[in-house]
């Protein structure tokens, strides 16, 4: 079996001002890890994902996420966020053994004021 | 942007009507899945299916049943609609393999059951 725990479900900011959501995981065999992103009315999008190798993962809009196995973590992260990453942001594990099922966290939030 | 389409892409329906809605896809992806989402639950998967005419069970597949006669498209059907089943419904599909089980979700499906 398999968790997620997205451990804010709304995070406020302030234009320019970076930003971490907090993702923790469980799972009793190795795992993918993603980060998808949903903006009003849309599906979801993927954002970035770990698969193997290096634990830092870039997305093209300047965002981050590390995997960290000892503390099962993946957070993702911004240095500078801008008014248009408002969205819902969903962090998601799947384990390479059980046919692609993903486990999606509840969700967190991201509102960017200016 | 992965070929997916939905439809209805919004429906009211009555309690104890039989509903069933289409997702397509042009992409010729192997797995297929259907998610539900409501606030404060992320997404949570209903049934999903990894090849023509397999399917398996998801963790909310209760009063859902589903049917995949050809690759590209996946139905799910709610046999006899509760208000409880109003939600948005989300299709997704996924290479699978080494492609890592990254999903491309459809735009969705808003249902109400009056």
């Known amino acids: 079996a398999q968790s997620v725990t997205q451990l804010d479900s709304q995070v406020p900011v302030f234009e320019e001002a970076p930003v971490e959501l907090r993702c923790n995981y469980s799972s009793s065999v190795s795992v993918y890890l993603f980060w998808y992103v949903q903006y009003p009315n849309q599906g979801l999008q993927l954002l970035l994902k770990y698969l193997s190798g290096s634990t830092l993962v870039e997305s093209i809009n300047g965002f981050e996420a590390e995997f960290n196995k000892s503390q099962t973590s993946f957070h993702l992260r911004k240095p500078s966020v801008h008014i248009s990453d408002t969205a819902e942001y969903f962090c998601a594990v799947t384990a390479n053994t059980n046919a692609g099922k993903s486990t999606f966290g509840d969700g967190t939030t991201l509102t960017v004021k200016p | 942007d992965a070929g997916i389409t939905q439809s209805p892409r919004h429906k009211v329906t009555e309690t104890g009507t039989p509903v069933t809605l289409r997702c397509h896809q042009t992409e010729n992806h192997r797995y297929m899945y259907w998610y539900r989402q409501d606030p404060g639950h992320g997404l949570r998967l209903i049934h999903y299916?990894?090849?023509?005419?397999?399917?398996d069970k998801g963790e909310v597949s209760d009063g859902y049943s589903v049917s995949r006669s050809k690759t590209e498209d996946f139905l799910l059907t709610l046999e006899s609609a509760t208000s409880s089943q109003t939600s948005v419904y989300f299709c997704?599909?996924?290479?699978?393999?080494?492609?890592?089980?990254?999903?491309?979700f459809g735009p969705g499906t808003r249902l109400t059951v009056t």
């Open positions: 997704a599909i996924s290479e699978g393999g080494q492609a890592s089980y990254e999903q491309y």
């Open positions: 299916s990894y090849g023509v005419k397999d399917t």
